[in-house]
């Protein structure tokens, strides 16, 4: 496959100047893009919020608050982890990046056992998350509903490969043994 990747290369750029006319040279010509509005916009994303999240720091406005129906009323912000802070606050944040971390610290033992089956999956399906975990601080993620979506999907079948070529079912059926051949204590009134 090393062989054939400069050709790779090539074909690829060609198709994407036919594709999309000019996208290439947003490459080479860095001084245009980090001057642009969308950068400038960004610029004022915290500045403009600050107040609010810092007089509502832990638990922030209160999910459902913002509207972004409303954009004369409520800023539309280019970071969905600074749209997190202002309406959650720092603990819905936390919250919010561990819901994302949490698939990827799963699959960790699934990877490192590099089974043949189940580990090239499971990095694959965390590197799907760690890839949302980015794309949330490049836009508000939420806004589209296909991101968050794919990012559930993605997810979901982290967990799939975490659990294994068995499923992971073993451990409960042993509990359910374990259980079933204890006697229940009676409930104290």
Same mark, same amino acid.
């Given at each position: 496959m090393l062989r054939w990747a400069p050709l790779g290369i090539v074909v690829l750029a060609v198709l994407v100047h036919l594709a999309a006319p000019g996208a290439l040279g947003t490459l080479f010509n860095t001084?245009?893009? @980090? %001057?642009?509005?969308?950068? =400038?916009?960004?610029? /004022?994303?915290? =500045? *403009?919020?600050?107040? *609010? @999240?810092?007089?509502? #720091?832990? #638990? /922030?406005?209160g999910f459902g608050t913002l509207d972004p129906e409303q954009p004369s009323v409520f800023r539309i912000n280019d970071d969905e982890y600074l749209d997190e802070v202002w309406e959650v606050g720092a603990v819905g944040l936390f919250a919010f990046l561990w819901m994302i971390l949490a698939p990827v610290a799963m699959a960790r033992s699934t990877i490192r056992t590099r089974g043949p089956t189940v580990a090239s999956l499971a990095l694959a399906s965390s590197g799907g998350c760690v890839a949302f975990l980015v794309v949330c601080a490049l836009f508000d993620a939420f806004s589209f509903p296909q991101a968050p979506y794919m990012f559930f999907l993605v997810a979901a079948l982290t967990t799939i490969a +975490? +659990?294994?070529?068995?499923? %992971?079912?073993?451990? +409960?059926?042993? #509990? @359910?043994?374990? #259980?079933? /051949?204890?006697?229940? =204590?009676?409930? @104290?009134?």
């Open positions: 001084s245009e893009a @980090v %001057n642009s509005s969308s950068t =400038t916009h960004r610029e /004022g994303d915290f =500045t *403009d919020i600050r107040p *609010d @999240v810092l007089s509502h #720091l832990a #638990l /922030g406005r +975490a +659990a294994g070529p068995e499923g %992971n079912v073993e451990p +409960a059926r042993e #509990l @359910v043994r374990q #259980l079933a /051949g204890r006697p229940r =204590t009676a409930a @104290v009134t």
